[in-house]
């Protein structure tokens, strides 16, 4: 049985599909399944949390969270304006090709995810194209949403250091001495630390230690 997709009760006023997928592959540098699949998914969840105008009237009133680092995110910033800089894209790394779009003004939310059997599906609308890349971007353009997608409507509690705006707060950690904002700090064994202080960093210093390496090895002495 394939996924109902819920009726939007409004239209939007975005550009056409085409216009917008041009617009993607400008900003991500190619034309690809995934910028198909992600503007395709951009505008059905703009559509379904009723936001019309992401990139002006609308702008302050949308999150959307993406759970995957490929090609369909960068389609998705470019459709929605949404981005990590404004704070209004989050990235949870599920390693999942989905989306969350978020009305902040309605609460409205929906996760959209993208269908594995669309791949094979394919198929069926491309067979002239050998090369399948080739044939699933052609494909995605026209197989419908409930080929591409599953929906479902959920509820996201954003906590409010993850709104936008100014930070809530800036405080030192008292291993490194680097600030930490948003109230992304740490508090262990009463000290109050950043988190790759508290639970190790993705980097290694080459040369000169750093502070956090400096703090480490006077503790241990």
């Not at 404004?86 to 309605?106: E, H």
Request: glycine residues 8%.
């Amino acid at each position: 049985m394939k996924p109902l997709i819920p009726h939007a009760q409004n239209e939007s006023s975005l550009p056409p599909f085409e216009e917008l997928l041009k617009e993607s592959v400008r900003l991500h540098g190619h034309l690809c399944p995934g910028q198909v699949v992600g503007v395709r998914l951009a505008m059905l969840g703009l559509k379904l949390t009723g936001i019309s105008d992401p990139k002006g009237r609308d702008r302050k009133s949308l999150i959307v969270y993406v759970e995957i680092d490929r090609c369909a995110t960068d389609a998705i910033q470019s459709v929605t304006g949404c981005s990590l800089g404004k704070r209004s894209l989050k990235w949870i790394d599920y390693g999942i090709m989905a989306a969350t779009f978020v009305n902040l003004r309605t609460g409205k939310a929906f996760r959209i995810v993208g269908r594995e059997s669309a791949r094979e599906l394919a198929k069926n609308y491309r067979p002239d194209i050998e090369d399948k890349y080739k044939r699933q971007t052609e494909a995605y353009k026209v197989m419908s949403d409930e080929e591409l997608f599953d929906v479902m409507e959920v509820r996201v509690d954003i906590p409010k250091e993850s709104m936008p705006g100014p930070p809530l707060r800036r405080v030192p950690c008292e291993q490194c001495g680097e600030y930490v904002q948003n109230c992304r700090e740490v508090e262990l064994d009463g000290r109050t630390l950043c988190r790759k202080c508290a639970y190790g960093a993705y980097f290694q210093p080459v040369g000169k230690k750093d502070r956090t390496q400096q703090g480490t090895s006077e503790e241990t002495h």
